[in-house]
């Protein structure tokens, strides 16, 4: 059983589109984060909450939003998909400020 | 701005060679480090952890962390085709406004030839 999933695992859209990627976990985590991760760029924190009543802006935040229905859900969406959007997602959770643990990955292609 | 810093690569060593993985951290204060193995396409997953200055084992690896140089290693011993992924390393690094989350390095790509 995978304790973090994404969906979708892969999604094509066209500029100017709404979209939304999903994440959800079993592990039992307060914090969750979204990071997005381009060649040669790393991994770059979007968006984390460390509760549900917890909403914090990362490094790269500009062009998206997030919400957070519960301690196990975190979404993530873009409401107007660009191009330069296209990267590999990562939704991750933790208990604490140490170790973090990761989705599959969601892989976004923006036409 | 915080950094963690690695060698891009590609690193290639032989097989059965030791694999040695190095990152520095620009946080004096930093706490808390891990190694995770990315492969290509794939999620990151944590392979060490380490929290005090020397050295701990966990089977063919051990991660190596030095404070006053603010210096951690990851070496792999016997060196398998497996291995061959990219290695993040990663950071805890309190205050600044980082609220204790993790810094990661752009990771160093290892391949292990036959």
């Known amino acids: 059983d995978a304790d973090v999933t994404q969906t979708p695992r892969n999604r094509i859209t066209k500029t100017g589109k709404r979209i939304m990627l999903e994440c959800s976990q079993t592990k039992g985590h307060d914090r969750m984060y979204w990071y997005r991760q381009d060649p040669g760029l790393g991994l770059r924190l979007i968006y984390y909450s460390f509760d549900v009543k917890d909403i914090n802006k990362g490094e790269i935040s500009d062009g998206y939003s997030v919400s957070r229905q519960a301690q196990a859900k975190f979404s993530l969406s873009l409401e107007s998909a660009i191009p330069n959007q296209t990267a590999l997602y990562f939704c991750?959770?933790?208990?604490?400020?140490?170790?973090?643990?990761f989705g599959p990955g969601t892989r976004l292609t923006v036409l | 701005q915080k950094e963690v810093e690695q060698n891009s690569g590609p690193l290639s060593v032989p097989e059965g060679a030791i694999a040695s993985l190095n990152c520095t951290y620009s946080?004096?204060?930093?706490?808390?480090f891990f190694w995770y193995r990315q492969y290509s396409g794939k999620s990151p997953e944590l392979i060490m952890s380490?929290?005090?200055?020397g050295d701990k084992e966990d089977g063919r690896f051990t991660a190596q962390l030095n404070k006053a140089s603010q210096y951690v290693s990851l070496l792999i011993r016997d060196s398998q085709p497996s291995d061959s992924a990219t290695y993040l390393c990663a950071v805890n690094s309190k205050g600044g406004g980082s609220q204790g989350n993790l810094i990661f390095g752009k990771g160093t790509k290892l391949s292990v030839k036959p």
């Open positions: 991750a959770t933790s208990l604490d400020d140490n170790e973090q643990f």
């Open positions: 946080d004096r204060v930093s706490q808390s």
């Open positions: 380490i929290y005090s200055n």
